[in-house]
Each structure stands twice: as C-alpha cells, then as structure tokens.
C-alpha cells in the first residue's frame, strides 16, 4: 500500500509542476499605474506582457481587489476624433508580447477603493483562458503631461 501511496503522491507532484510551469509564461515589462488627482474615478494601467511560452497564451481579463472593476480597452481615432473600444480578450502568440501603453491599448480601473499617490503599488491578476491566473505589483508614479507612450 505505501508503494502505491508514495507513486500517487509523485505523480501527484508532476502533475503540479507541469500545470505551475504552464501557468508561468507570462512576463510583464515595465509596468505602471498612472497617479491621478485624489478625487478621480478612473485610472489607467500599462505594461508590456510577454508570452514566454511555446504556446499562444488568452488573457481574459485583468483584474485587481483595489478598484471596483477593470476593463480592458483599445484607443481608436476615426475621423479624428479618438474614442475608448472595450476589448474582450488578448491573443499573444508564442515568445511575443503585447503592450498596454497611453494612446493605445490600455487598463482602465475604475472606482480606486483607497487615494493612490506615487510611490504606492497595485495588485493586478492576469486572467488566463486556460484558468491559471498570474499576480504582479505595479506602481504607481506621476506621469510628465508630455510622457508619450512610455514609462515617463
């Protein structure tokens, strides 16, 4: 019986190493949470996330246990008017990356649960199709009015 318990128990932990390895593909690069004025409702979020893996990983959505909701969204500019496009999921092939950055695809979190001034940090989790979720702190900084697309 113990022969049987003990090969249970490791196959039991392959197993585990697998499904950690697989829900481990996911790099983030140079994350940040714009501050915004205390009374503000909505914040936005950027980062690079790299897919590491040997295969395409889905982001189903990003969330966080600070804000009230997130969303995920896309800036569009049609007829020169710019506007905000919810997007459903993120498809990132195998060993590329996708950015979140101001004026494109972006993190809006809504209804901050607390006032976040530079120097903080925030918890987001990275939803996966496959049901692994990844967990990452980010700060918070003062972004320059003239930051462009990159961590100012």
């Known amino acids: 019986?113990?022969?049987?318990?003990?090969?249970?128990?490791?196959?039991?932990?392959?197993?585990?190493?697998?499904?950690?390895?697989?829900?481990?593909?996911?790099?983030?690069?140079?994350?940040?949470?714009?501050?915004?004025?205390?009374?503000?409702?909505?914040?936005a979020a950027y980062m690079i996330i790299h897919n590491e893996g040997d295969s395409p990983a889905e982001i189903t959505s990003i969330t966080s246990p600070e804000f009230d909701h997130t969303e995920l969204h896309r800036t569009m500019v049609e007829s020169g008017v710019a506007r905000m496009v919810p997007v459903e999921k993120l498809q990132i092939p195998a060993g590329s990356e996708i950015s979140l950055e101001p004026g494109g695809m972006h993190l809006m979190l809504f209804n901050p649960r607390r006032s976040l001034r530079e120097g903080d940090s925030v918890t987001l989790v990275i939803h996966r199709a496959d049901g692994f979720c990844?967990?990452?702190?980010?700060?918070?900084?003062?972004?320059?009015?003239?930051?462009g697309h990159q961590h100012p």
Not at 19 to 43: K, N
Not at 134 to 147: E, G, M, S
Request: charged share 10%.
């Open 1 to 43: 019986m113990r022969p049987l318990v003990a090969a249970l128990a490791a196959s039991l932990g392959l197993l585990l190493s697998f499904a950690l390895a697989a829900g481990m593909t996911l790099d983030v690069r140079g994350p940040w949470i714009r501050e915004a004025p205390p009374a503000a409702s909505v914040l």
């Open 134 to 147: 990844n967990t990452y702190t980010i700060p918070v900084i003062r972004a320059a009015a003239d930051a």
